[in-house]
């Protein structure tokens, strides 16, 4: 995967009024803090992030940040965006070392839904987790975490502990915590009485 690189410029005015002035010049505001150094205003131009952010390897993933003729590592942590437009209108990058270890939330992902026999038989697919909270390197965070749903049955359930993790990612929540679980739906449950039924 080719490396991201956003071209920042610090910006003089900061507030409302500043972030306001950033986004009619055609640029998205953003802070750049994290390691030993002071927060930095920054900005970048709008259809640059744009660009970056839609190759969906932006937010949360680690990117070069260059600043004139100096390089760094960072992660964007945090995208807002307009509420109607949904343009983005402000982002926050973490400054990092690139092999040091950050804590950091990935999506979750469900595969296999047609091997699951509780899901076969109407049952429905209640997710707990949406994104984890994990320990990685940060040159190696995973795109998401796959959740295989093979032989899931109703009543079953899948553990933190069940996930098949990459060798150098931790999760950071306890092992017992449920990711999701199969659960009888409505429809389910009326095909089991009309079964019960029928026995007896």
Known sequence: MADIVLDVEVRDRTGSGGARATRNAGKVPGILYGGDKAPVPIAVNLNAFKKALYTGKLNGHLVTLKYGSETQKVIAKSIEFHPVTDTPIHFDLYRVDE??????????????????????????????????EILVPADHIPEDIIVDLSGLEIGQSIHVSDLKLPSDVKAHVADTEVVASVTASGASKS??????ATEA
């Open 191 to 196: 095909e089991d009485a009309e079964a019960d």
């Open 99 to 132: 092999h040091a270890e950050v804590k950091i939330s990935v999506p979750v992902h469900f595969k296999n839904h047609e091997l699951s026999p509780g899901l076969k038989k109407g049952g429905a697919l209640n997710v707990a987790i949406h994104e984890l």
